[in-house]
């Protein structure tokens, strides 16, 4: 087995040859070197794994932390940046957010809010996504006969939802999500993104204080905490509130929004399946699946550090080294996934990592894949003529961010 310090390219992830593909890089690594070290854009090197089989033996192996303060957390991003937020700490709050803690303390904070991202709590929400979409679609077609998607339709659904599931004034989401992107961009400078953050955990902090101070918190997420933590008779944990709603209205908005437009994108380039899917929409769950994994749009958002010496795919890792797993090579894994290039929705590819593995793994998970189905479905049903109103090549991919996808997707009907 070969492990080696091989610098990828300073833009990690590295180069796609086609916005629609993997970076070839992968492939190469996969059958190469499937465990090796990178020079990390932020400083420092970290462990590349890009099989499937690795990828959710490190996701499952408690000896890999979450913790980004720990010396050796892969540093992707060269200045303060998501990971930031993520290990709080000092001036920026007090509580690490949920996707970097570990062990009790992270199955604590999860437990608290699992039930509001039950199978059976998605279903109840399911009109009023469908109404939701249904709104933004009306106003499409309102408008004429062209539109940006991001905007009409990508970014505000799971942006509403988010909001009326968080509590948080769905009036204030210019603010938030430009906050949210300047985060996640690789792009923005040091002093943009500890502009962000300080806005956002401000904004967070305040909505909750408020929250708390009233008479009735009210019947949303946020409410519901506070209701639950004053039932059991104790005080209301600021601090892991603040935290939990944070992740939630970062992690929830973004992440949905660019697969809906990639895939959007995937389907009008695939005129096949998307017929297959208008005649019979029982097909859309599989293919959302395959969308999921096709496109693995999160990054290097599933790093770890090594608490001690342990071993991967046969190469010995050694305690406070990074570690990446990248779910993007691991999904196009062909020992699993035949012909990962093509996308096919026959496959069965629920199995995929692209929520993640093992305890992190995606607390949303359910929602986004209610939200997709109830967009392809319904997008497609009510514009029969939708296409794009560029090539594909000519789309402005986002290939500076945590998460893929796209900055604008102008389309028409
Ligand atoms: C297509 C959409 C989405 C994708 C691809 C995605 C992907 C992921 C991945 C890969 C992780 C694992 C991170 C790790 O192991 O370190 C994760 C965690 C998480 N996601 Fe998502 N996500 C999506 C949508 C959402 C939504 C809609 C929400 C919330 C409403 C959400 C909330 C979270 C939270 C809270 C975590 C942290 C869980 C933990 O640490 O236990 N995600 N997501």
Known sequence: MTSSTDPIPADFPPPRSCPMHQPAEYERRRTEAPVAKAEMPGGGSAWLLTTFDDVRAALSDPRLSSDRRRQ?????????????????????????????????EHAQARRAVLGEFTVKRMRALK?????????????????????????????????????????????????F???????????????????GLVDLYGYIKRLCTDKENATDPGDDLIGRQIARQREQGGAVDHQGLVATALILLIAGHETTANMISLGTVALLENPGILARLRDDPALTPAAVEELLRFFSITGPVTSRVATSDIEIGGVPI????GVVALLASANHDGTVFADPAAIDIDRGARHHVAFGYGPHQCL????????????????????????????????????????????????AW
């Not at 050796?72 to 001036?91: K, M, Q, W």
């Not at 999500?177 to 502009?195: F, G, H, I, P, V």
């Not at 050694?318 to 080294?321: A, F, Q």
């Not at 109103?389 to 997707?409: I, M, Q």
């Open 72 to 104: 050796g957390f892969p540093r992707y991003a060269p200045t303060i940046g998501i990971n930031a937020a993520v290990s709080s700490g000092g001036s920026f709050g007090d509580r690490p957010l949920m996707i970097g803690l570990d062990g009790d």
């Open 127 to 175: 009109p009023r996504i469908q109404e939701i979409v249904d709104d933004h679609i009306d106003a499409m077609l309102a408008g004429g006969s062209s539109a940006d998607l991001v905007q009409a339709l990508s970014l505000p659904v799971p942006s509403l939802v988010i909001c009326e599931l968080l509590g948080v004034p769905y009036s204030d989401h210019p603010f």
């Open 177 to 195: 999500q430009s906050c949210t992107t300047t985060l996640l961009s690789w792009k923005s400078n040091s002093d943009e993104r500890r502009a």
């Open 318 to 321: 050694r305690e406070g080294e």
């Open 364 to 411: 949303g998970q359910n929602l986004a894949r209610l939200e997709l189905q109830i967009v392809f479905d319904t997008l497609f049903a009510r514009i029969p003529g939708l296409r794009l109103a560029a090539p594909v090549e000519e789309l402005p991919f986002k290939s500076d961010s945590t998460v893929y996808g796209l900055h604008e997707l102008p389309v």
